[in-house]
């Protein structure tokens, strides 16, 4: 059966400020909230770190029962497809332990969601990695100069878990 399927994309052509204002209010509120609860963002830098974030994810996924790839095809877009476009993966990270997850790939002038994952600690706990997660994205995005970041599927009638996942990908 076929099911129309959507998507959200933001210019990354905006200055700063301009994609600031762009957010919605709770967005913003819930970057302030990250920065005043100290929590960081890193990229991943060697295939070591991305083995340890693949884990990471596994627990994620299992949690709400996503079906993860073979560590194989993180490795083969690290070695293939990352010197030559983008593949990137960014961290969130409180008390020295990943809480959230990113991973990025592209090529050209624009770039795409691959996976994102939170933590249930971050979850119940009600941490902002995720969000903080996206604007440093946009902000490695931005100096990198590429035009656009695309959150990679909403669905346009959600229900359940797709409303809430629609709701964070608007703000």
Not at 23 to 43: F, N
Not at 145 to 155: I, K
Request: with cysteine.
């Amino acid at each position: 059966q076929y099911k129309r399927w959507g998507t959200i994309q933001v210019d990354l052509t905006q200055t700063k400020d301009a994609l600031l204002a762009a957010t919605k209010g709770s967005a913003r509120k819930a970057l302030r909230r990250a920065e005043r609860d100290g929590i960081s963002v890193r990229r991943i830098s060697s295939l070591e770190e991305l083995r340890d974030y693949y884990d990471f994810a596994c627990r994620c996924a299992k949690r709400y029962n996503k079906r993860m790839y073979g560590f194989e095809d993180y490795q083969s877009l690290w070695q293939h497809i990352r010197p030559r476009a983008y593949f990137e993966t960014f961290v969130a990270e409180h008390d020295g332990e990943m809480i959230a997850g990113l991973s990025t790939w592209g090529q050209g002038d624009s770039i795409g969601e691959l996976g994102s994952f939170q933590s249930e600690r971050s979850f119940k706990k009600k941490l902002y990695g995720s969000d903080l997660l996206k604007w440093v994205v946009f902000q490695w995005g931005k100096e990198k100069g590429l035009r656009m970041f695309d959150l990679a599927g909403v669905n346009p009638s959600p229900e359940g878990k797709d409303v809430g996942i629609r709701q964070f990908k608007e703000k």
